[in-house]
Nanobody
C-alpha cells in the first residue's frame, strides 16, 4: 500500500509562485510514475504533470509548460511541483497520485491518491 500526503498549497497573487510537496510512504516501485492532477469546482479532474521515479522522465499539460516544473527526491520519497507565474485559472485542489503502469494523463489509471491541497490565485 502507498500513502501520499500533499502540502504547500495556499493563497497567492497572480504572477506569484508556490511549491507543492508530496511525501510518499509504503511500497512504491522504482518503475512507477508520480503525477499531479488538479480539480476546480464544477470541472473534471485534469492532468498537470508526471515524473518517473527512476529515470526522471517528465510530461506536462500544455497550459503549464514553461511555468511549472515537476521534480523528485528519491532519497526523501518526495515529489515536488514548482509553480511559477501563477494565473487565476490555476486555482484548484491539487492532488498527488501514484501509478504502476498506464497512461500518465488518465486519472483512472492511477492507483493511490493524496487528500489534496488547495491552491488559490487571486487577480
Amino acid at each position: 500500500q502507498v500513502q501520499l500526503v500533499e502540502s504547500g498549497g495556499g493563497l497567492v497573487q497572480a504572477g506569484g509562485s508556490l511549491r507543492l510537496s508530496c511525501a510518499a510512504s509504503g511500497r512504491t516501485f522504482s518503475s512507477s510514475t508520480m503525477g499531479w492532477f488538479r480539480q476546480a469546482p464544477g470541472k473534471e479532474r485534469e492532468f498537470v504533470a508526471a515524473i518517473t521515479w527512476s529515470g526522471g522522465s517528465t510530461n506536462y499539460v500544455d497550459s503549464v509548460k514553461g511555468r511549472f516544473t515537476i521534480s523528485r527526491d528519491n532519497a526523501k520519497n518526495t515529489v515536488y511541483l514548482q509553480m511559477n507565474s501563477l494565473k487565476p485559472e490555476d486555482t484548484a485542489v491539487y492532488y498527488c497520485a501514484h501509478q504502476r503502469v498506464g497512461n500518465w494523463r488518465d486519472p483512472y489509471e492511477y492507483d493511490y491518491w493524496g487528500q489534496g491541497t488547495q491552491v488559490t490565485v487571486s487577480s
